[in-house]
Nanobody
Framework: QVQLVESGGGLVQAGDSLRLSCAAS????????MGWFRQAPGKEREFVSG????????SYLTSVKGRFTISRDNAKNTVYLQMNSVKPDDTAVYYC??????????????????WGEGTLVTVSS
């Protein structure tokens, strides 16, 4: 059974840092692009960041560039999202995602093969 399990969410203040982790199990995630989406209350789920398996190329939502950093440990089947200088607008449920392919760094909402259940990040002002 394939599982993506997120951890690291919580309540933080604006300007703080937070690191999300996603542990994948149930299969090998080589040749998968891994990444993160988020969904704020009343809004659609949006792509936040992705990382390719092939060469570690990364992709980011414009509003998080320079503040968030994605990384992955293929040996541990784990992907991370380091979130620095968080803002109230970053408040959302963050979902880990895996999409077959591995070459691209960007995931598409309709192309994700596996989803985690999400972890809530709340940023107070």
């Amino acid at each position: 059974q394939v599982q993506l399990v997120e951890s690291g969410g919580g309540l933080v203040q604006a300007g703080d840092s937070l690191r999300l982790s996603c542990a994948a199990s149930g299969r090998t995630f080589t040749h998968f692009t891994m990444g993160w989406f988020r969904q704020a209350p009343g809004k659609e789920r949006e792509f936040v960041s992705g990382i390719s398996w092939i060469d570690g190329t990364t992709s980011y939502l414009t509003s998080v560039k320079g503040r968030f950093t994605i990384s992955r440990d293929n040996a541990k089947n784990t992907v991370y999202l380091q979130m620095n200088s968080v803002k109230p607008d970053d408040t959302a449920v963050y979902y880990c995602a895996a999409q077959r392919g591995g070459e691209a760094a960007r995931l598409s909402l309709g192309g994700v093969d596996y989803w985690g259940e999400g972890t809530l990040v709340t940023v107070s002002s």
